[in-house]
Nanobody, 115 residues
């Protein structure tokens, strides 16, 4: 059974930091690209960061220089380190693992940044 489980969300003040984790099981994790998405209240889901199977990374402009995506293929986990958080970063954060036409999704973790 494939599972992606996000954790690490919570309430933090503006300027603070959080590290999200996405733990995968049931897949050959190292072959998958992993993405972090977020969905703010009453807005559409947006792609925040991607890490490919070879470790290349991409970020949406709004988080460049503040967020870092990384992966540990031994622990089958991808991390999203978030620094200098802003109220506009408030959202449910989801991870997804993609390989060819296959996509797996986690259930999401809430991040709330207070001003």
């Amino acid at each position: 059974q494939v599972q992606l489980v996000e954790s690490g969300g919570g309430l933090v003040q503006a300027g603070g930091s959080l590290r999200l984790s996405c733990a995968a099981s049931g897949i050959r994790f190292s072959r998958y690209a992993v993405n972090w998405y977020r969905q703010p209240p009453e807005k559409q889901r947006e792609l925040v960061a991607t890490i490919t199977s070879d470790g290349s990374t991409k970020y949406v402009d709004a988080v460049k220089g503040r967020f870092t995506i990384s992966r540990d293929n031994v622990e089958n986990t991808v991390y999203l380190s978030m620094n200098s958080l802003k109220p506009e970063d408030t959202a449910v954060y989801y991870c997804s693992a993609s390989w060819l036409t296959i996509d797996h999704w986690g259930q999401g973790t809430q991040v709330t940044v207070s001003s």
